[in-house]
């Protein structure tokens, strides 16, 4: 079984709706992470999250919120979705690396298309 | 300067060549580096930290550079199995609760029979 995973792997909807998309790590990781790729732009983040009670913005988190629900589980909302929210959306977990820095791990992605 | 800079390719490459990928970083405080390889329609995945001293694992050769705040990956006798998206990755900040990474937008490498 994987140690990173993401529901749905994909979605279509509609402008205007509510989205959930969940990730779920058996890694034991404290650090969880919320990124999305454009095509051109890479990976940007949107939030992160290093413990169940500390949650952070990214340098894109307008329109999107967070919650995380148990060291093993971070859900990203979508409470309004729009056509730029369009992306290829990746959790990521780490264990904050030692020495050198960390790894990060990610889940198979999400890709959302919304119309 | 932006934050990670790396170009983008397209590298088309025979196999058996020699393949090396450039990436310059704003931030002269940042700690860590790393090379992440992504295939297409799928998730980033850790190809290996660069050290210092520069690494090698296998036909991969990482090294850096700070004083002129570049890293650079070289690939030897490439395979067909190397064809990928490179992602340059630094960590901007000095660890502690601000420790997060920051990509490049990845280079893309084709590399032909």
């Known amino acids: 079984d994987a140690d990173v995973t993401q529901t749905p792997r994909n979605r279509i909807t509609k402008t205007g709706k509510r989205i959930m998309l969940e990730c779920s790590q058996t890694?034991?990781?404290?650090?969880m992470y919320w990124y999305r790729q454009d095509p051109g732009l890479g990976l940007r983040l949107i939030y992160y999250?290093?413990?169940?009670?500390?949650?952070n913005k990214g340098e894109i988190s307008d329109g999107y919120s967070v919650s995380r629900q148990a060291q093993a589980k971070f859900s990203l909302s979508l409470e309004s979705a729009i056509p730029n929210q369009t992306a290829l959306y990746f959790c990521?977990?780490?264990?904050?690396?030692?020495?050198?820095?960390?790894?990060?791990?990610f889940g198979p992605g999400t890709r959302l298309l919304v119309l | 300067r932006k934050e990670v800079e790396q170009d983008p390719g397209p590298f088309n490459v025979p196999e058996g060549a020699t393949v090396a990928f450039n990436c310059t970083y704003s931030?002269?405080?940042?700690?860590?580096f790393f090379w992440y390889r992504q295939d297409c329609r799928k998730e980033p995945k850790l190809l290996m930290s660069?050290?210092?001293s520069g690494n090698e694992d296998g036909r991969f050769t990482a090294q850096l550079n700070r004083a002129s705040q570049y890293i650079s990956l070289l690939i030897r006798d490439s395979k067909l199995s190397d064809s990928a998206t490179y992602l340059c990755?630094?960590?901007?900040?000095?660890?502690?609760?601000?420790?997060?990474?920051?990509f490049g937008k990845g280079t893309l490498l084709t590399v032909n029979p």
């Open positions: 990755v630094v960590n901007p900040n000095s660890g502690g609760s601000n420790y997060k990474l920051t």
């Open positions: 999250s290093f413990d169940v009670k500390d949650i």
């Open positions: 931030n002269s405080a940042s700690q860590s």
């Open positions: 990521a977990t780490s264990d904050g690396g030692q020495g050198v820095g960390e790894t990060q791990y």
């Open positions: 660069v050290y210092s």
């Open positions: 890694k034991g990781h404290d650090r």
